[in-house]
């Protein structure tokens, strides 16, 4: 693959002008660093696994309006790296399909050629503030969020002319326009508007249909994380008739993939839109075994009559919290599957489980988001 044209400026990739296995190979070794520095059990690391997919693989991205320099036209991308205030135009971006390049060119010329201006930060004045693009890998399915303030309109009905004009290889099922007055530089949302179409669109993983909404989290790499999810789950022995507890579940992907197999499985999430969305695909899908609870882990693990036979566990960043850590332990289940995005705090809870009845049966990483400095991994471990 070329070197993008942006890989000078853009902060996104960190990884431009590598060799993908080269990538791949740092990354490893990355991992395998940060157990060793942690005081994991590294015996059975398995290394990393690449991408199934390096360019285009990336179904959402969020793009910020902003100049270069002060005073200087207005552009739409990427902000650049080591100067964050200054936003670069990413319109020939290599992580995204052809589709988000031509839609963030229609929407920056569109505005720029109206006059319009963007949300400066210090000022606080101005209309636009983000573009955010979502794509159903498996069904085709685009939807555009265009994230404004409320300070002067533009005329809606010509930008989803515009839109709709586009000869894309997928569909556009729906265009947005979030209003966002709050002054902190995060796409917040007071109101939202469906200038076309439905507010959602649809996404299949596992054989299972999701229905994903503007603000909904879904996994960003959908080949490389059902591949992710099909080895992981598989770790599991004998699921079958077995309870299970799925905790920082979000919209219940896993939950519900576990639900095809398990007798029942209890999804907790303390974010209130990804459970109402998890219950609402679980009854799309037709999973009667599954049940989610809003809460924090924490609380809601004290509240809970069910004993789970198995624990699958896929942490935001942060990691799991230290006062979570004991009540997970605690159930002394023979198996504990943990999923992670954040190498670094995983080690430290693997840790923690390692001097608490665990061993680390094994370790294995996952590349799934080629050319930045993200890895994710899993990890099954076993009561002694």
């Known amino acids: 693959m070329e070197i993008c044209k942006h890989a000078e400026l853009c902060g996104g990739c960190v990884y431009q002008g590598s060799e993908y296995a080269q990538q791949v190979e740092s990354k490893?070794?990355?991992?395998l660093r940060i157990l060793n520095e942690k005081g994991v059990n590294a015996e059975n690391y398995l290394g990393i696994e690449g991408s199934p997919m390096q360019c285009a693989y990336r179904n959402k991205?969020?793009?910020?309006?902003?100049?270069?320099?002060?005073d200087g036209e207005m552009t739409l991308g990427m902000h650049q790296r080591g100067r964050f205030m200054s936003v670069i135009t990413v319109d020939e971006c290599q992580l995204v399909s052809e589709d988000f390049n031509e839609i963030l060119k229609t929407t920056l010329s569109f505005f720029t050629e109206r006059g319009m201006t963007f949300f400066h930060k210090k000022s606080h004045e101005g209309l636009l503030r983000n573009l955010i693009i979502r794509k159903g890998e498996r069904t085709n399915e685009l939807l555009i969020n265009l994230v404004t303030?409320?300070?002067?309109?533009?005329?809606r009905d010509d930008y989803v002319a515009a839109l709709l004009g586009l000869n894309l290889e997928n569909t556009i099922v729906g265009v947005l326009n979030t209003i966002n007055d709050n002054i902190a530089d995060a796409v917040k949302c007071d109101r939202l508007d469906v200038l076309y179409g439905r507010d959602y669109y649809y996404e299949e993983i596992l054989d299972l249909k999701f229905k994903v909404s503007a603000f909904s989290f879904f996994q960003t790499n959908i080949a490389a994380v059902e591949r992710l999810y099909s080895e992981a789950l598989a770790l599991i022995d004998n699921v079958e008739g077995k309870t299970v507890f799925d905790l920082y579940c979000g919209t219940g992907t896993i939950t519900q993939a576990l639900a095809t197999r398990a007798r029942n499985v209890f999804g907790v999430e303390?974010?209130?839109?990804?459970?109402a969305a998890a219950r609402e695909n679980a009854l799309m899908n037709g999973l009667e075994n599954t049940e989610f609870i809003a809460g924090d882990v924490m609380s809601v693990l004290d509240e809970l009559n069910e004993k789970p036979d198995v624990i699958v566990i896929d942490p935001p960043r942060i990691g799991i919290h230290y006062k979570a850590l004991p009540k997970i332990t605690s159930y002394g289940v023979n198996q504990i599957l943990y999923?992670?995005?954040n190498p670094k705090t995983m080690a430290d809870n693997l840790k923690f489980m390692e001097n608490n009845g665990y061993i680390?049966?094994?370790?294995?990483g996952y590349d799934n988001f080629p050319f930045t400095k993200h890895t994710e991994a899993v990890a099954l471990l076993e009561k002694r």
Do not use: H, L, P, R
């Open 149 to 155: 303030t409320s300070q002067s309109g533009f005329d």
């Open 270 to 275: 303390i974010v209130e839109e990804a459970v």
């Open 61 to 70: 991205m969020e793009y910020t309006f902003g100049n270069v320099v002060k």
């Open 28 to 31: 490893g070794a990355e991992i």
């Open 339 to 341: 999923i992670s995005c």
């Open 360 to 364: 680390v049966k094994n370790i294995k």
